[in-house]
């Protein structure tokens, strides 16, 4: 069992940064491929960015490359999601997630644990 706790949302204006973070629990988190996704409302949940369980393979959505950076710290047991140049439409509630094997998976179906989600504006 994981639980993943995911911090740092918040309002910020358009162009600016924020950094999320996910705590995990459990001693697994170095065999978990992690991920971000995001959901804006009325739309389906979609993915922003996923790496391995090394930290040295990412994925990124092609609207956030060159935006957003995401990493992972094993000893802590925590990943980040770093976005800069934020835009309005980045605004959504973002969650992580944790999924077994070795794929650096973009589609949520993959991933078995999530988080409860914290909640980024980006206002124009």
């Known amino acids: 069992q994981v639980q993943l706790v995911e911090s740092g949302g918040g309002l910020v204006q358009a162009g600016g940064s924020l950094r999320l973070s996910c705590a995990a629990s459990?001693?697994?988190?170095?065999?978990?491929?992690m991920g971000w996704f995001r959901q804006a409302p009325g739309k389906e949940r979609e993915v922003v960015a996923a790496?391995?369980?090394?930290?040295?393979?990412?994925n990124y959505a092609d609207s956030v490359k060159g935006r957003f950076t995401i990493s992972r710290d094993n000893a802590k047991n925590t990943v980040y999601l770093q976005m800069n140049s934020l835009k309005p439409e980045d605004t959504a509630v973002y969650y992580c997630?944790?999924?077994?094997?070795?794929?650096?998976?973009?589609?949520?179906?993959?991933?078995?644990?999530w988080g409860q989600g914290t909640q980024v504006t980006v206002s124009s």
């Open positions: 997630a944790a999924a077994g094997g070795t794929v650096v998976a973009t589609n949520s179906g993959r991933y078995d644990y």
């Open positions: 459990g001693r697994t988190f170095s065999s978990k491929v």
């Open positions: 790496i391995s369980r090394s930290g040295v393979s990412t």
